[in-house]
């Protein structure tokens, strides 16, 4: 059973404007939830992450915010850019860790 | 510094094959990962190491197994294989425990026919 869901298969908006990827949990034992960016032909790479006592995370363009009561986290890239471009995993921490299926981004120029 | 790399980068084999996958880290990680990732399915954990000289099963171990004699080095087995392990595997490692980053290598992409 896939425990991390990330609807969302894909992914278009434009250089400039805000991407906003989601992604739901069904298990309220995890506790650290994490965003994995990747490039084709390459390993995944960290991004940003946070956990589950705090309900927001600023890093530079990216926020990720973590909406427990309705077990959702997101993240926002703002503003966008070309090299954003990726697939992007959310992940989450329990006795192991799950990845959701990914969210293909393409921002146009 | 390479980080964390894995031998062979691409392999095809035949149904009841063996093989092994290596992954080294020049690190100094304590933690090391394998995982597949299959379309529509993400990344799924199949085993993991917290040290050296041990060994846990993660989401989907069935047909695998691992070793990790040296710290360095992460090494998954595949006894028998099975078109349902046609793949790409990534493996990765962290400093510490869940919460650290965990850095991954570039992949090895195994089909089994």
């Known amino acids: 059973d896939q425990q991390v869901k990330q609807n969302s298969p894909s992914l278009s908006v434009q250089e400039g404007r805000i991407s906003i990827l989601n992604c739901d949990y069904t298990n309220s034992m995890f506790d650290y939830f994490l965003w994995y960016k990747k490039y084709p032909a390459e390993g995944p790479t960290f991004l940003i992450s946070?956990?589950?006592?705090?309900d927001k995370n600023e890093d530079g363009r990216f926020t990720v915010f973590l909406n427990k009561s309705a077990k959702h986290l997101s993240l926002h890239i703002v503003p966008s850019q070309p090299g954003d471009s990726a697939v992007y995993f959310c992940a989450a921490k329990g006795n192991d860790m799950r990845f959701g299926a990914g969210t293909r981004l393409t921002v146009k120029p | 510094n390479a980080g964390v790399t894995q031998t062979p980068k691409f392999r095809v084999l035949k149904t009841g094959q063996s093989m092994t996958l290596l992954c080294a880290q020049d690190m100094n990680h304590e933690y090391m990962y394998w995982y597949r990732q299959d379309p529509g399915m993400g990344l799924r954990l199949i085993h993991y190491s917290v040290g050296e000289g041990t060994t846990a099963k993660g989401e989907v171990p069935d047909g695998y197994n691992v070793s990790r004699l040296k710290k360095q080095n992460f090494l998954l087995g595949l006894e028998s294989a099975a078109p349902s392990q046609t793949s790409v595997y990534f493996c990765a490692s962290s400093s510490g425990d869940w919460t650290d980053t965990q850095y991954f290598g570039p992949g090895t992409r195994l089909t089994v026919l």
């Open positions: 946070i956990s589950s006592i705090k």
